[in-house]
């Protein structure tokens, strides 16, 4: 096929002699959460606030290797890493990754747009980069988002008119597996817990909140932090 770089299917990688290629999952990010509730000991209010504000920051630093203020990433294994990485953005929604991440942007080049409305993100994508002070343009945004041939379509020559600068890569999976005819689910599966701590990806899409079964308290704190 042109243009095809892989699949994150092993499977299909070793029958096809293909490479597999993917990207952070969004179970890092839930981990990262959890990792965060385990370290605090204020108010449970207060713990979850914290927890969601810097879960994204700590999942990142802790995939690249980032060791402290005294080495910017400290030993990397793999040097091209960072570089190959696509971050998700929408575990905690977005809008809180892009706030949480602001000071980081200058590093982070290559984001994965998983849900929600693909035009607001782009309007977020720009908007924080603005605000951080550094230039979007060169980056890289991978779409995954329930595409099929027409939306892909509309998503290039968007941002093709909008954005030349930017680079653009899709993710096609449910409308390749899922082709049989019937219209498939919007959904996810993803983890209630970590270690006995209650989980939720909460998503750009009100289809994709997945997770523990109280959600109150956890969406209650997106909406303070949102606010």
Sequence with gaps: LPNYLGTSNMHFSMINGTRPVGTIAHEWFLASFAQEMKHTSQSREQDLLH????ANRRAWFEWIGYKGPESKYGPIERPDLEARTAILTDT??????????????EDLNFFRQ??????????????AHKEAGYDWRGKTVLFSDSLNKPK??????RTR??????????GVGTSLTNNFGPKPLNIVIKPVEFDGIPVLKISDDPGKVTGCKDTTEILDAVKTLQN
Excluded: H, N, Y
């Design 152 to 157: 892909i379509l509309k998503i290039a020559t």
């Design 92 to 105: 905690f929604t977005s809008e809180l990754f892009f706030s949480d991440m602001l000071s980081s942007l």
């Design 114 to 127: 998983d849900s929600g409305d693909w035009q607001k993100f782009l309007e977020m994508f720009m908007d």
């Design 161 to 170: 008119e909008r954005m030349p600068e930017l680079k653009v890569l899709f």
């Design 51 to 54: 927890s969601l504000q810097f």
